[in-house]
């Protein structure tokens, strides 16, 4: 018995904890998508700085080239430049060469003076050069520094068929340094806007994107680079160097907010891939990602749950621990009362429990003292009291009066009414005379249906009698279900109801039919009137209250008792076997209920 209760407690302190795992493993799961999702507002927050600052580079870069190409002796000195180069056809003079090579000095001397100038507002410029259609260069730089006409030839960004209006790199034949961008922008005769007349080029220090990298390097394991949609211009910064990764195609999924898991370098990577903000304004095509690895975030994460964990299997084994002692004291101490109480129930009187403490068990065990010692004393209670309850049967069957002793009355009554020339009177009384017979048929619960329908031509005579023939009735019974047996008393409430509620407030006169048949596998008794019929929320209540299958204190004292009456002893007779069903007003005036029984009942 012991163990039995134990392992019940066991289960019953096992299962609480069980699903307080299954608690423990959703909270573990979210704190890891938690953890992931600030990973990835991180990241989210890390490329917008970046993409800010950058965008800033490149805004400057923008500024400084859109005042220097409208400088006037930029203009003049590469139209007039562009022009030498469509007449180059031309045989020179000696007097043509000299003034050819003055005008180029003047134009170096002028050139340099408005580069230096330029160059000087932003110290982090290595070289700011122009270079003319005809290849002259003209630069301005405080490095050792040199654009030979190779270099031209073998540029990418000086290419004719470069659209990007800005295009970078970081290893064009023109960059020459491991640590600087060389940005180019086409120049535009400003009486010529179709016609390029020469190039800006900038040659800029690192320094300061690999500030801004190194500042937002949040997590350590990033990877920052900028790229445009043409290819041309890539660059990739690991936290240690910049590299152009040439030949390499990043395979981006998404460019947004959302963060696509990329394979670069032989690592997984967390990356971010949005429009630098300079670019929308300017249309460059240039993007920035931001990726981080997916390495880390995974012992980031896995850190996490690990910790969770081990905290949680501590806390469980010590719930546990507990759950299991608690059992075990628990099962002892409900032991001591099932044992006691088996023991009470095999009567063996003066049984009582002792167990101390405050606790509903030792609450339980004081009641079942106090109840065994009033069992007890009701026992020997019941004993006295049966004494006397078979003394007062002897005392009531020695005055009990015979049924017949009624029925012999009635009779005498009817016949003293014949004498007395009163046959209303007479037949009156034969009718209850005969109800009664029915009513008491020897003590048995049910009659035929034979018998239900011969009660209910005597009920409905007494009230012709009563009523003075305010109406008619009409009984119907088929001979193929006479004998079929049935409650008593089921349909004279149903005649009663028909009586007092529909007949008597018909000021003509009413008609009762009464029926019973076959149909089907069903018997169909049936009890109509032509009275007044109900109103829709009075059939509604009546319907409802039939459904319901309750008794409720005012259906005991009001109308609606013989119905119910009917219906609850028929359900509890019958069972699924049975339906009632009212109908009233419509097309046909008063009321109609039909009783369905199964006829293999």
Same mark, same amino acid.
């Not at 395979?251 to 903000?277: H, L, N, T």
């Not at 007890?376 to 049966?386: A, G, P, R, T, Y």
């Not at 009355?409 to 009817?414: A, G, S």
């Not at 008491?440 to 009523?467: A, P, Q, W």
């Given at each position: 018995?012991?163990?039995?209760?134990?392992?019940?407690?066991?289960?019953?302190?096992?299962?609480?904890?069980?699903?307080?795992?299954?608690?423990?493993?959703?909270?573990?799961?979210?704190?890891?998508?938690?953890?992931?999702?600030?990973?990835?507002?991180?990241?989210? $927050?890390?490329?917008?700085?970046?993409?800010?600052?950058?965008?800033?580079?490149?805004?400057?870069?923008?500024?400084?080239?859109?005042?220097?190409?409208?400088?006037?002796?930029?203009?003049?000195?590469?139209?007039?430049?562009?022009?030498?180069?469509?007449?180059?056809?031309?045989?020179?003079?000696?007097?043509?060469?000299?003034?050819?090579?003055?005008?180029?000095?003047?134009?170096?001397?002028?050139?340099?003076?408005?580069?230096?100038?330029?160059?000087?507002?932003?110290?982090?410029?290595?070289?700011?050069?122009?270079?003319?259609?005809?290849?002259?260069?003209?630069?301005?730089?405080?490095?050792?520094?040199?654009?030979?006409?190779?270099?031209?030839?073998?540029?990418?960004?000086?290419?004719?068929?470069?659209?990007?209006?800005?295009?970078?790199?970081?290893?064009?034949?023109?960059?020459?340094?491991?640590?600087?961008?060389?940005?180019?922008?086409?120049?535009?005769?400003?009486?010529?806007?179709?016609?390029?007349?020469?190039?800006?080029?900038?040659?800029?220090?690192?320094?300061?994107?690999?500030?801004?990298?190194?500042?937002?390097?949040?997590?350590?394991?990033?990877?920052?680079?900028?790229?445009?949609?043409?290819?041309?211009?890539?660059?990739?910064?690991?936290?240690?160097?910049?590299?152009?990764?040439?030949?390499?195609?990043?395979?981006?999924?998404?460019?947004?907010?959302?963060?696509?898991?990329?394979?670069?370098?032989?690592?997984?990577?967390?990356?971010?891939?949005?429009?630098?903000?300079?670019?929308?304004?300017?249309?460059?095509?240039?993007?920035?990602?931001?990726?981080?690895?997916?390495?880390?975030?995974?012992?980031?994460?896995?850190?996490?749950?690990?910790?969770?964990?081990?905290?949680?299997?501590?806390?469980?084994?010590?719930?546990? $621990?507990?759950?299991?002692? $608690?059992?075990?004291?628990?099962?002892?101490?409900?032991?001591?009362?099932?044992?006691?109480?088996?023991?009470? $129930?095999?009567?063996?009187?003066?049984?009582?429990?002792?167990?101390?403490?405050?606790?509903?068990?030792?609450?339980?065990?004081?009641?079942?003292?106090?109840?065994?010692?009033?069992?007890?004393?009701?026992?020997?209670? @019941?004993?006295?009291?049966?004494?006397?309850?078979?003394?007062?049967?002897?005392?009531?069957?020695?005055?009990?009066?015979?049924?017949?002793?009624?029925?012999?009355?009635?009779?005498?009554?009817?016949?003293?009414?014949?004498?007395?020339?009163?046959?209303?009177?007479?037949?009156?009384?034969?009718?209850?005379?005969?109800?009664?017979?029915?009513?008491?048929?020897?003590?048995?619960?049910?009659?035929?249906?034979?018998?239900?329908?011969?009660?209910?031509?005597?009920?409905?005579?007494?009230?012709?009698?009563?009523?003075?023939?305010?109406?008619?009735?009409?009984?119907?019974?088929?001979?193929?279900?006479?004998?079929?047996?049935?409650?008593?008393?089921?349909?004279?409430?149903?005649?009663?109801?028909?009586?007092?509620?529909?007949?008597?407030?018909?000021?003509?006169?009413?008609?009762?039919? @009464?029926?019973?048949?076959?149909?089907?596998?069903?018997?169909?008794?049936?009890?109509?009137?032509?009275?007044?019929?109900?109103?829709?929320?009075?059939?509604?209540?009546?319907?409802?209250?039939?459904?319901?299958?309750?008794?409720?204190?005012?259906?005991?004292?009001?109308?609606?008792?013989?119905?119910?009456?009917?219906?609850?002893?028929?359900?509890?007779?019958?069972?699924?076997?049975?339906?009632?069903?009212?109908?009233?007003?419509?097309?046909?005036?008063?009321?109609?209920?039909?009783?369905?029984?199964?006829?293999?009942?």
């Amino acid at each position: 018995m012991s163990r039995t209760i134990f392992i019940k407690l066991l289960l019953l302190l096992l299962i609480p904890n069980l699903l307080l795992m299954f608690v423990i493993q959703q909270l573990t799961d979210r704190q890891v998508q938690q953890k992931a999702s600030e990973i990835h507002n991180t990241l989210l $927050g890390l490329e917008h700085a970046v993409n800010r600052e950058i965008g800033s580079l490149f805004g400057v870069v923008t500024t400084l080239t859109n005042q220097l190409i409208i400088e006037p002796d930029v203009q003049r000195i590469l139209t007039s430049s562009w022009r030498d180069r469509l007449a180059q056809g031309e045989s020179p003079t000696p007097d043509a060469e000299l003034r050819k090579l003055q005008t180029l000095y003047d134009n170096q001397a002028a050139m340099l003076s408005l580069l230096s100038r330029y160059r000087l507002v932003w110290t982090n410029i290595y070289s700011l050069a122009i270079i003319d259609t005809q290849g002259n260069v003209y630069l301005s730089t405080a490095q050792n520094y040199q654009i030979y006409p190779e270099d031209i030839l073998a540029s990418r960004l000086l290419k004719a068929d470069f659209d990007d209006p800005l295009p970078w790199s970081v290893n064009d034949a023109l960059t020459k340094e491991s640590n600087m961008i060389t940005i180019a922008r086409k120049i535009y005769g400003t009486t010529m806007p179709q016609q390029v007349i020469g190039h800006v080029v900038i040659n800029l220090s690192l320094n300061e994107i690999q500030s801004s990298f190194d500042t937002y390097n949040y997590f350590g394991n990033m990877i920052f680079g900028l790229y445009d949609a043409s290819g041309k211009g890539r660059m990739v910064y690991d936290g240690r160097q910049f590299s152009a990764e040439e030949g390499e195609v990043l395979p981006f999924a998404e460019i947004g907010d959302r963060q696509s898991d990329v394979s670069f370098r032989g690592s997984s990577w967390r990356m971010i891939v949005k429009r630098m903000e300079e670019s929308s304004a300017t249309g460059m095509r240039n993007y920035l990602f931001v990726g981080l690895d997916n390495q880390y975030i995974h012992e980031q994460t896995k850190a996490i749950s690990d910790s969770l964990k081990y905290g949680y299997a501590i806390f469980l084994i010590v719930a546990l $621990g507990v759950s299991l002692f $608690g059992a075990t004291v628990l099962s002892r101490r409900i032991g001591r009362v099932l044992k006691a109480m088996r023991q009470f $129930g095999k009567k063996q009187w003066g049984t009582r429990i002792t167990i101390r403490g405050n606790d509903e068990i030792s609450i339980i065990g004081n009641t079942f003292n106090s109840m065994a010692s009033h069992i007890e004393d009701l026992l020997e209670d @019941v004993s006295v009291q049966q004494h006397l309850k078979r003394l007062f049967e002897l005392r009531v069957l020695e005055y009990q009066i015979n049924p017949h002793f009624l029925y012999n009355t009635l009779d005498t009554i009817h016949w003293l009414a014949l004498d007395s020339n009163q046959p209303q009177i007479s037949r009156m009384v034969e009718g209850l005379s005969k109800l009664f017979r029915i009513i008491l048929s020897k003590g048995s619960e049910t009659i035929t249906l034979r018998e239900e329908f011969e009660m209910i031509r005597i009920y409905l005579d007494i009230h012709k009698i009563r009523l003075e023939d305010r109406f008619d009735y009409e009984l119907r019974l088929a001979p193929e279900v006479q004998e079929y047996k049935i409650s008593k008393i089921v349909l004279q409430p149903l005649v009663e109801n028909a009586l007092l509620h529909g007949i008597r407030r018909l000021r003509t006169k009413g008609m009762i039919r @009464v029926s019973g048949k076959m149909d089907g596998s069903w018997i169909v008794l049936t009890v109509s009137d032509n009275g007044v019929g109900m109103p829709e929320e009075v059939l509604a209540s009546q319907r409802c209250l039939i459904d319901s299958g309750l008794w409720e204190e005012e259906v005991m004292s009001g109308s609606s008792y013989g119905m119910k009456n009917v219906d609850s002893r028929l359900k509890l007779m019958f069972g699924d076997t049975y339906r009632m069903n009212i109908e009233s007003g419509g097309p046909s005036p008063g009321t109609r209920i039909t009783i369905r029984i199964g006829a293999e009942q």
